[in-house]
């Protein structure tokens, strides 16, 4: 099982230009999220799927969408990239959602926006 | 919503001692509380869990802590090693039934020194 596997691992972007994010999970899990990991405030919700099919906003979704492909797949995308969006972004999955399964993160993609 | 404060945000410790990390949450419907440990360049990765059914949970040199009513919770290791050596989030579950949200804390940098 390779758990929850994201691509790139890093990227460098101009301001405006455009990139999906993408993520996979081999876990059978019904839940997934993306998360944005900035210094000193921890992880933020951008945007999670409860179940296959729907999306809901989270915390910082602002800037971003994203596409619940299939059970396995959810990505991130960043239709005009901003200098804020300079960030370590996180995809994770659970059996569950209801905040109380627990989480399983990817290894994150580090992204640069100049 | 649910917000999290954690303390402290860098904690040094030589091998061999304990060390405490506490955080606080303000939604008294939150249920679910777990830890995440994540390594340099790497996701975060569940250590231990508790559910506010349960005052303490112990895992081999980790234990966790819940006080419901003063609305905190800690994370204990002893018999600290150099492995330990991480970031530590703690993190608390939306209480709303239905959401799927985890609040994070901002993390605690542990160093041991050995």
């Known amino acids: 099982n390779a758990g929850v596997t994201q691509t790139p691992k890093f990227q460098v972007l101009k301001t405006g230009q455009s990139m999906t994010l993408q993520c996979a999970q081999d876990?059978?899990?019904?839940?997934m999220y993306w998360y944005r990991q900035d210094p000193g405030m921890g992880l933020r919700l951008i945007y999670y799927?409860?179940?296959?099919?729907?999306?809901d906003k989270g915390e910082v979704p602002n800037g971003y969408n994203v596409s619940r492909l299939n059970k396995r797949e959810f990505s991130l995308r960043l239709e005009s990239a901003a200098p804020s969006q300079t960030s370590v972004y996180f995809c994770a999955s659970s059996v569950q959602g209801g905040g109380n399964s627990p989480l399983h993160f990817g290894n994150g993609t580090r992204l640069t926006v100049t | 919503g649910e917000n999290v404060e954690q303390h402290p945000s860098t904690l040094s410790v030589q091998e061999g001692d304990s060390a405490v990390i506490k955080c606080t949450y303000s939604d008294s419907a939150s249920n679910y509380f777990p830890w995440y440990k994540q390594e340099l360049g790497k996701g975060p990765q569940l250590i231990i869990d508790?559910?506010?059914?349960?005052g303490e949970k112990k895992d081999q040199r980790i234990a966790v802590t819940l006080n419901k009513t003063a609305k905190h919770f800690s994370l204990h290791i002893t018999e600290t090693q150099p492995e330990d050596s991480a970031v530590y989030f703690c993190a608390a579950s939306e209480g709303t039934s239905g959401t799927y949200k985890y609040i994070f804390g901002t993390g605690t940098r542990l160093k041991v020194l050995a």
């Open positions: 799927s409860a179940s296959e099919g729907t999306t």
């Open positions: 876990m059978n899990h019904n839940s």
């Open positions: 508790i559910r506010s059914n349960v």
